[in-house]
């Protein structure tokens, strides 16, 4: 079991930046990936960016690419999502997450299925 742990959250104007942190601990070395979702009020969990452990290969959705950078340390315990230019709807409860599963294929690691260990959340909201 991998426990995870978000911090970084808050309220910042549009336009503005956030860095959030995802602390990876317990069996963190049969982790394949990491990722992060959001969800927003009423709406569905939705996939944000992924990291691949070994590779470090990345993945965006596109209403988040070229304005989010996620990046981990060598060893992937501890994750980051740097969020530039951000927007009223990037609003939501953003979450870590991570899997033991390994895939060939990266659209596995663009779905919360993949997923198998999930952090609390971290409120951002981003005010017009």
């Known amino acids: 079991q991998v426990r995870l742990v978000e911090s970084g959250g808050g309220l910042v104007q549009a336009g503005g930046s956030l860095r959030l942190t995802c602390a990876a601990s317990?069996?963190?070395?049969?982790?394949?990936?990491m990722g992060w979702f959001r969800q927003a009020p009423g709406r569905e969990r939705e996939f944000v960016a992924s990291?691949?452990?070994?590779?470090?290969?990345?993945y965006y959705a596109d209403t988040v690419k070229d304005r989010f950078t996620i990046s981990g340390d060598s060893d992937k315990k501890t994750v980051y999502l740097q969020m530039e230019n951000l927007k009223p709807e990037d609003t939501a409860v953003y979450y870590c997450?991570?899997?033991?599963?390994?895939?060939?294929?990266?659209?596995?690691?663009?779905?919360?299925?993949?997923?198998?260990?999930w952090g609390q959340g971290t409120q951002v909201t981003i005010s017009s």
């Open positions: 997450a991570a899997t033991t599963l390994n895939y060939s294929n990266g659209a596995y690691y663009q779905t919360s299925r993949t997923f198998d260990s």
């Open positions: 317990g069996r963190t070395f049969t982790t394949a990936a």
């Open positions: 990291i691949t452990r070994r590779s470090s290969t990345t």
